[in-house]
């Protein structure tokens, strides 16, 4: 190969070598950033409730599960009055969260007799006008403070943390 050749071949070479990140192939992405995480305590903060009311994972909102309780205790009734204050306490906390029952996407429902589960299910019904979430549900050996059931949701926040 002629030096004029030989030399054209090697600026080239190194002009490609130039371009190039060794430190990652330019096909992978840049790694993605963890998100924020929030823990929204409880607003009575009791000691005999030790956890949060809800976690906001960037543009999601995990509740924990919430009873048909007032100042705690359960509501009189049976499982319909139960599964109506269950939902007040959702909305509110959800509310209180920047979220809705709009933008519920899962809930889980825990019923102490899984015979109840029709009389439960036709409240829980009321409260969804736009669409129903995705949900499961499971009879338990029993739940807090006496309770029928138990309701858990996830929702999204439309602003972000």
């Not at 030989?6 to 130039?18: D, Q």
């Not at 993605?32 to 005999?48: F, G, K």
């Not at 205790?73 to 709009?102: F, M, Y």
């Amino acid at each position: 190969m002629g030096g004029r050749l030989r030399f054209t071949a090697l600026v080239f070479a190194g002009l490609t070598l130039a371009g190039c990140d060794r430190s990652r192939p330019s096909s992978q992405p840049a790694a993605p950033t963890a998100p924020t995480v929030q823990y929204i305590p409880r607003a009575d903060n009791s000691p005999q409730r030790p956890f949060a009311e809800a976690v906001r994972v960037g543009n999601m909102l995990y509740l924990s599960g919430q009873l048909g309780d007032s100042a705690g205790k359960i509501v009189p009734g049976g499982i319909e009055a139960e599964t109506r204050r269950t939902l007040d306490n959702i909305k509110a906390a959800l509310e209180r969260n920047g979220s809705s029952l709009d933008n519920v996407v899962k809930c889980t429902a825990m019923l102490a007799d899984m015979s109840e589960w029709p009389a439960m299910n036709a409240v829980y019904a009321t409260y969804f006008t736009k669409h129903f979430p995705a949900r499961s549900a499971f009879g338990t050996s029993g739940l807090a403070l006496g309770a029928r059931m138990e309701l858990e949701c996830m929702a999204t926040v439309d602003t972000p943390l």
